[in-house]
């Protein structure tokens, strides 16, 4: 059964004021929340808000949080998220990059003591919708193996860029560095699914095909070997060392612990191109590359050959126009998170 973003997003309000945070913030992660789930990346979507809520009752987040820019200059800030939400303070850095980008040309924002700020790819689009770049990243604990490890080593990661694209909206890449999000494995487990070879590791060290491993320490591994574990590396440097946030080990499980703060790192950067070379128009530009792809000739077997986020944009202009269908494992977590906070969750 399909559901409206009103009525998601409503709910995802009302279950956050409930314990303790503000009806400005509570509706900015709601936003967040419902997008993901609207574009069909449902691990981070309201599937999140069971594990939010845990950590704002236990005191691991603190809902009244009042994040504070500790140093800045005209190309660059740095933010002290003081042990709050990660999707609120998320937006407000998004939102700080774009406007001192569209000043200097470029800007680097980096976020510390922060928390889980959802999909990446909601902060890169922010910025494309600006007629900008947009790249982001964040830490997170260590959950994946690093190439030839057979234990947790280092955070999958996450990272997103964004172009503006013209005719075609934009060009929306969103990763985590494992071959797969930990929320998939997590959701597969909830559903009774087996998964494939190659996204996890039992604990100890061998390839299963069980989800439930992950939950018993076993790591995730990271997408092409030694290519994934490295662009992790790069993510842990400017999202964690540059943010003097918390590193592999320090960083706290949120959804294991949610007691304890994370001190997740985050990094957005944002880039002006009609300052950088206003010679160039780069959505006409990224309009001619895409063109250029999707005419490439297709594979044997292969019906079409979409751009990065094409498959996000059609499935986010289905919901709209249809009403979203969540996955079981969300409606669970949903109703979860009802027990939690003794509002009932309504399928309409």
Not at 10 to 31: D, I, M, P, R, W
Not at 310 to 324: C, F, P, R, S, V
Request: charged residues 15%; negative net charge.
């Amino acid at each position: 059964m399909p559901y409206s973003k009103a009525h998601l997003s409503n709910y995802c309000k009302e279950a956050l004021t409930s314990v303790g945070v503000s009806a400005e913030h509570a509706a900015v992660v709601a936003a967040v929340l419902t997008s993901a789930d609207e574009r069909g990346v449902h691990s981070h979507g309201c599937v999140r808000m069971e594990g939010y809520v845990e950590c704002l009752q236990s005191g691991g987040v603190k809902a009244d949080a009042q994040w504070e820019v500790v140093s800045e200059g005209p190309a660059y800030a740095l933010i002290d998220a003081r042990q709050g939400l990660g999707i609120p303070v998320s937006v407000a850095a998004t939102e700080l990059a774009i406007q001192k980008a569209k000043k200097a040309g470029i800007a680097i924002v980096n976020v510390n003591n922060s928390h889980h700020h959802g999909a990446c790819g909601y902060y890169t689009l922010m910025c494309a919708k600006e007629g900008l770049i947009g790249l982001a990243m964040s830490t997170g604990d260590i959950i994946m193996a690093v190439t030839g490890s057979s234990k947790n080593s280092i955070g999958n990661n996450p990272f997103s860029y964004a172009v503006p694209a013209g005719k075609y909206g934009a060009v929306c890449y969103d990763i985590a560095m494992s071959t797969v999000a930990a929320g998939k494995i997590s959701m597969a487990a909830d559903e009774g699914h087996s998964i494939p070879l190659g996204w996890l590791l039992d604990n100890k060290g061998n390839p299963t095909t069980d989800p439930n491993d992950y939950a018993k320490g076993g790591p995730l591994m990271p997408f092409g070997g030694y290519k994934g574990y490295g662009l992790s590396m790069m993510v842990e440097s400017l999202a964690g060392i540059l943010s003097g946030a918390a590193l592999l080990k320090d960083i706290h499980a949120w959804n294991k612990n949610p007691e304890q703060g994370g001190n997740v790192g985050h990094c957005f950067i944002a880039i002006d191109p009609a300052l950088i070379n206003p010679s160039f128009n780069v959505p006409e530009r990224a309009e001619e590359m895409l063109d250029q792809i999707l005419a490439t000739p297709k594979a044997p077997g292969v019906e079409r050959i979409y751009f990065p986020g094409q498959i996000e944009q059609e499935k986010e202009a289905m919901a709209q126009a249809n009403g979203i269908l969540l996955p079981p494992a969300t409606e669970h977590a949903l109703e979860r998170v009802a027990a939690l906070t003794n509002i009932p969750f309504s399928k309409q």
